[in-house]
């Protein structure tokens, strides 16, 4: 039993990191103590709400950490809850745990949002070895989320498209420079698709292997609907997979981007009515 402080799925603290990106930590011990590098939760913030999957960024003994960036109505729910709220439901870890070994040298990417995913992945690589150079990158300087907490790797790179904080240009051009001057053996790469699937291309032209997470529209995120299916292609014609139990990492080299993104976009009307709601809802959204 847990005393009535420890809640299971309380929020136990919340940090604004950026405009729009929140940080969370939640009180859930099954959740902390079976998490691998790689793996995400499905959230339900209240009992009319929808179920979305979110990474786990971090555990740390019975709490475990997302960080949320407000696209949508779920997104900005979540984002707008305080400390000792508490959620629905969450359930989790899921997904596969992202192939953690020794491989040599890694550049892990991780775009916006995408650098929380990415966060617990370049620290396992470097704790079983692996030399580690991470670029992360956003479009500015509000966005670029976690700069100063990657100092475990052996190189960080920090970019923003506008030079507002570290170097100026995406974090494309600098997977280009470096797949140029070094060699490398693997690739992780996180953040929006279109991101991944340019990223992706560039390891193929340097015929390197690239771990990209897809975040696939998920209802159960356990196997059982197929809403996050996706095709990824082999060398013959292509395969059905299910992001939610099958990934959510793939070689990006293999994955139909095309089909991939049309499927994201497939809700995009209900999306608008449901968000437009909502706004007109809660009113002033400057706190967030
Ligand atoms: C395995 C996995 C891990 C994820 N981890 C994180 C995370 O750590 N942090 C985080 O902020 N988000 C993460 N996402 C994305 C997150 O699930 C979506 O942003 C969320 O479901 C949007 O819900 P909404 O109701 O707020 O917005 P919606 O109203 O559903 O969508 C609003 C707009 O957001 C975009 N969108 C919708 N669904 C997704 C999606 N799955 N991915 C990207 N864009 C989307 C579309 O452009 C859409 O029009 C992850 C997704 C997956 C599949
Ligand atoms: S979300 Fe239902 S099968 Fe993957």
């Known amino acids: 039993m847990f005393e009535h402080s420890d809640t299971i799925n309380k929020i136990i ?9 929140h940080e969370l930590w939640i009180f859930n011990p099954f959740v902390s ?18 179920r979305i999957p979110l990474t786990i960024a971090e555990t740390n003994g019975d709490n475990f950490r997302i960080v949320v960036k407000a696209v949508g109505k779920s997104t900005y729910e979540l984002c707008s809850l305080k400390q000792g709220d508490i959620l629905f439901d969450v359930a989790g870890p899921l997904g596969k745990p992202s192939e953690v070994k020794f491989y040599g040298n890694v ?26 150079t991470v670029i992360i990158g956003a479009r500015t300087i509000d966005d670029l989320i976690m700069k100063d907490e990657f100092e475990f790797a052996d190189r960080v790179i920090k970019a923003t498209d506008d030079g507002s904080s570290g170097q100026k240009g995406t974090v494309i051009d600098f997977m280009e420079e470096e797949l140029r001057n070094s060699k490398y053996d693997i690739i992780w790469a996180v953040g929006p698709a279109i991101m991944m699937k340019f990223a992706s291309e560039v390891a193929d032209k340097h015929n390197l ?14 196997g059982m609907c197929g809403g996050c299916r ?25 994955v139909d981007w095309d089909s991939f993104m049309k499927r994201l976009n497939q809700y995009k009307e209900q999306e608008k009515i449901a968000f437009e709601r909502y706004l007109d809802q809660i009113g002033d959204i400057s706190w967030l």
Request: net charge positive; proline share 4%; hydrophobic share 35%.
């Open 230 to 254: 996706t095709l990824i292609k082999n060398e013959k014609d292509g395969e059905i997979k299910y992001v939610c139990v099958d990934g959510p990492e793939f070689d990006g080299r293999y």
């Open 209 to 222: 292997p690239i771990w990209v997470s897809l975040n696939s529209i998920m209802i159960d995120g356990t």
């Open 107 to 132: 550049l892990v990417i991780g775009g916006g949002v995408g650098i929380a995913a990415i966060y617990p992945i370049a620290k396992a690589l470097k704790e079983v070895g692996n030399k580690l």
């Open 13 to 21: 603290s919340k940090r604004k990191l950026s405009k729009g990106i």
């Open 33 to 50: 103590k079976h998490t691998k590098p790689g793996q995400f939760v499905i959230i339900k913030v209240s009992e009319k709400g929808e």
